[in-house]
């Protein structure tokens, strides 16, 4: 087991993986501001982007970029100022660093570098247009962005098909009617929310099934960031009727196998999808 603290050696700094609004930029907190103003250095995916936040704060902290295409080098660089004790922060275009973006390649760095890090949490595009979409959010799973390639991108959405949870991905603006295509062949008509621009004063929020939402966005060209919501598979729930006979064999079996009258109501109940106090009454009446 391994518990991150101060070592006995000379005192490490410690890196800042601070989450930044994904379009209003009052969605930022006053803890990640101080962290922002404080650091020694501040780490981003573009710079100018990145100014445009820092600037209307009035934060001068320096830059150095940090993306996809140069991480390994970038990496370096930010570890050895890490190693003499300075303060970084970790900063992507949107939302939360280390999700769909080179921030995870840095962190699993810091760990086997035994480097301290932390995080500051605030928005999420992939939250957000979880809640926002209305589907249910007990149970999600993130796919970040799907495959570029046709092949990998069917063999995604069909494992996508057969997922009971609801599901959250990223998508390019000019990628979308493509990606749309593709479901509307593979989800049929499982319902989806296209979310775009959220938090900014044009937000919109797109309900329906795929060839529904292709459609409108033929005639209605996508722009801005976009996060797709995908309903979770809904199973039609059996009627008691239909498989009464069932339910009470797969009873008389539990028992036998001697499992208390509770118990065999729970797994039966659970197995056929029925609920608990339906199995109860077929129980009875085998009683009777």
Avoid at 75 to 88: D, M, N, T, Y
Avoid at 207 to 235: C, D, K, M, W, Y
Avoid at 253 to 269: H, Q, S
Wanted: with cysteine; charged share 30%; net charge positive.
């Amino acid at each position: 087991m391994e518990i991150e603290g101060k070592s006995n050696g000379p005192e490490k700094g410690v890196l800042y993986l601070c989450a930044t609004p994904i379009g209003n930029l009052q969605d930022i907190t006053l803890r990640a501001l101080e962290c922002l103003k404080e650091a020694d250095l501040i780490a981003v995916e573009n710079i100018e982007h990145s100014r445009k936040l820092l600037s209307h704060y009035g934060i001068g902290t320096p830059l150095i970029s940090y993306r996809e295409s140069n991480r390994g080098k970038k990496s370096r660089i930010i570890l050895e100022r890490l190693r003499q004790g300075a303060k970084v922060v970790l900063i992507s275009d949107a939302g939360m660093p280390a999700i769909s973006d080179p921030g995870y390649y840095l962190v699993h760095l810091l760990l086997e570098e035994k480097i301290p890090f932390t995080v500051l949490p605030g928005p999420s595009a992939a939250l957000t247009a979880l809640i926002i979409s209305g589907y249910p959010v007990k149970r999600f799973v993130f796919w970040g962005f799907l495959s570029r390639k046709k092949g990998e991108l069917r063999k995604e959405l069909e494992a996508i098909a057969r997922e009971d949870k609801t599901v959250v991905l990223y998508e390019s603006p000019h990628r979308l009617k493509a990606t749309l295509t593709e479901m509307a062949e593979i989800l049929k008509d499982r319902q989806l929310a296209v979310c775009r621009e959220l938090t900014k004063k044009f937000e919109e929020v797109h309900r329906g099934n795929a060839g529904q939402l292709l459609n409108f966005f033929l005639q209605e060209p996508p722009r801005g960031e976009i996060t797709l919501v995908i309903s979770p598979l809904s199973h039609p729930r059996k009627s008691l009727l239909d498989i009464r006979e069932e339910c009470e064999k797969s009873l008389l079996e539990a028992i036998k196998k001697g499992n208390t009258p509770t118990e065999a109501v729970k797994k039966v109940a659970k197995n056929l999808s029925l609920k608990r106090n339906e199995v109860y009454e077929v129980l009875m009446k085998l009683k009777r």
